[in-house]
């Protein structure tokens, strides 16, 4: 089992920008896939970045495109997520998970196995 714990979270204006990082306790293969999710009050929780531990391919929604960027620290043994040119509607509970050996890249909360405990993102306008 994989421990993953976030940080980063907070309160900004419109227009401002955050990095959440995340914390990997425990073994993960090259094939796992690391992603980035939200879920605000009332609302499904979401896909927002995904990539491969390995490398290669990287996934976003396409509210996010060209605004927020997934990255890996191998070595440091932590994800990030640079958020630039947040907005209101960016504000939720964000949390990385794990899906473990993917054949191909997903941002699919149902096909995560290991969860953070979420940290929160206020964006005010």
């Known amino acids: 089992q994989v421990q993953l714990v976030e940080s980063g979270g907070g309160s900004v204006q419109a227009g401002g920008s955050l990095r959440l990082s995340c914390a990997v306790f425990g073994y993960t293969y090259r094939s796992d896939c690391m992603g980035w999710f939200r879920q605000a009050p009332g609302k499904e929780r979401e896909g927002v970045a995904a990539?491969?531990?390995?490398?290669?391919?990287?996934y976003y929604a396409d509210s996010v495109k060209g605004r927020f960027t997934i990255s890996r620290d191998i070595a440091k043994r932590t994800l990030y997520l640079e958020m630039n040119s947040l907005k209101p509607e960016d504000s939720a509970m964000y949390y990385c998970?794990?899906?473990?050996?993917?054949?191909?890249?997903?941002?699919?909360?149902?096909?995560?196995?290991?969860w953070g405990q979420g940290t929160q993102v206020t964006v005010s306008s």
């Open positions: 990539l491969y531990i390995g490398g290669g391919s990287v």
């Open positions: 998970a794990v899906a473990p050996r993917q054949g191909a890249l997903t941002a699919v909360p149902g096909q995560y196995k290991d």
